[in-house]
């Protein structure tokens, strides 16, 4: 069984670093042959979730046990979920730190190691965190289907077809345009777009209008400028707006073969 | 001291969204009562349209809830992040496809992870799959199917995946790594 030690350094004389997270590398090393591999830690300089990186560095290694200084409680609970047995308080060199593991040499102080959580507790936490992401939901959808009850009592389907001619091309291009101004949560898409069909709007369209809602978010293009920047947003939103085009083509002609 | 902060505020922002989003359906129900007082037949009309939409999503609904439920049982971040990390070739955009596909949540909670992910090496390419996988929401297949039937989802579903392969690919070319 491989382990994995927070490390200052790349070899085994090396402290064993203090903050499991930002430590700048982790050495991986099977205590009985004392063969390691020294891995820079994709989280040592600290930014956000910084300590995922390191927690899934040490899980894709299989290693059943890490030894560091001090771990957060979510990096804990991740590792110890995964199956490995986690003990903090170490110090020293990695070298001893890996000895004394191996020898089975674990004062009450440095020793830690967390049971698995029950089924129980597993299964409300589920529940409760889908409540709260439910609870979130909820509002904007009713919104959505109040506002789908006033637009089916006053906006004729006469006015409809004035938007949506019926004409493949121009109901497509204003399906995808509407399904790029707006966005929220896919599953709001799905009751406007299922009231249009059932107000005779194409499945053009509609299907235009649902893949735009969750790829194409003008909304968001600001949010998403600021974080991968303003040549990978225009470029990926204006191909994306291609693929809306595209995909509502095949799917509809895909479709209508298959029902013949 | 730090945490009980940090506590603090992430409670503060949990109530700023949940006000957020109280906005949208407040301005809903401030037109229901214009409507109500100009034209209260109508206004009938809608609700009623409004509550039999609610009742033909019942079911669906409580499968997507089930649904929710047995993926935060068995999906992490951590699983996810684990995805979509610096693996290059077929088998980075299989991995990212699946991560947008089981992502959850709205897209702009995603934006600071990916930035991330891609100063740490993970492609422009796998970055744009991802994100045009996000349109598949097995959770919501349920709420889908009820309004477009079975065979619509699918071949739509299998377009979405394909097309978004094209926009990694496109991107790709149009953006060096």
């Known amino acids: 069984m491989k382990i994995a030690v927070s490390s200052e350094d790349l070899n085994l004389e090396a402290r064993v670093a203090q903050r499991f997270g930002i430590s700048p590398y982790l050495i991986i090393v099977d205590p009985e042959t004392m063969e390691f591999e020294a891995v820079p830690n994709p989280g040592a300089a600290g930014q956000r979730a910084a300590g995922v990186q390191t927690v899934v560095l040490a899980i894709s290694k299989e290693v059943g046990a890490v030894l560091t200084g001090y771990l957060s409680p979510t990096a804990m609970k991740y590792l110890t979920n995964n199956g490995i047995e986690v003990i903090t308080g170490v110090k020293g060199a990695v070298s001893e730190a890996v000895a004394l593991y191996r020898n089975q040499i674990h004062p009450a102080t440095i020793h830690r190691k967390v049971k698995p959580e029950r089924t129980r507790t597993i299964l409300i936490r589920a529940f409760n965190s889908t409540g709260k992401q439910f609870a979130n939901l909820l509002p904007i959808f009713v919104g959505v289907v109040l506002l789908v009850g006033l637009f089916n009592t006053f ?60 790829t194409i978010g003008l909304v968001q293009l600001p949010a998403e400028i600021a974080a991968l920047g303003k040549k990978f947003a225009l470029i990926r939103n204006a191909l994306s707006f291609a693929l809306c085009m595209a995909i509502s083509f095949l799917t509809v002609a895909t479709y209508y073969a298959i029902l013949g | 001291m730090i945490s009980m902060k940090a506590k603090k505020d992430e409670i503060s922002t949990q109530k700023r969204s949940w006000f957020r989003n109280l906005i949208f359906p407040g301005c809903v129900l401030v037109i229901y009562g214009m409507v109500l007082v100009i034209s209260p037949a109508e206004a009938a009309m809608a609700f009623g349209s409004s509550a039999g939409i609610l009742f033909n999503l019942m079911l669906p609904l409580s499968l997507v809830f089930t649904i929710m439920v047995l993926m935060n049982l068995f999906l992490k971040p951590v699983h996810i992040v684990r995805f979509l990390g610096p693996e290059s070739g077929s088998k980075g955009i299989v991995l990212s496809a699946v991560a947008g596909i089981i992502s959850m949540g709205p897209i702009y909670a995603w934006y600071p992870l990916l930035r991330e992910l891609r100063e740490k090496g993970a492609k422009n390419s796998l970055i744009a799959v991802f994100l045009a996988n996000r349109a598949v929401k097995p959770f919501l297949l349920p709420i889908m199917i009820a309004y477009l039937g079975g065979v619509y989802v699918v071949v739509l579903t299998l377009f979405t995946i394909a097309g978004s392969l094209a926009v990694g690919y496109l991107v790709n070319i149009l953006i060096k790594d």
Do not use: H, M, R
Not at chain 1, 168 to 197: H, K, M, Q, R, W
């Open chain 1, 155 to 214: 906006i004729s389907k006469e006015l409809l077809s004035l938007i949506f001619p019926g004409n493949a091309l121009l109901d497509t291009l204003c399906g995808a345009g509407f399904g790029s101004i707006l966005a929220s949560n896919p599953i709001n898409s799905y009751v406007i777009g299922g009231e249009l069909l059932k107000q005779g709007v194409s499945l053009f369209a509609v299907t235009a209008f649902l893949t735009a809602w969750v």
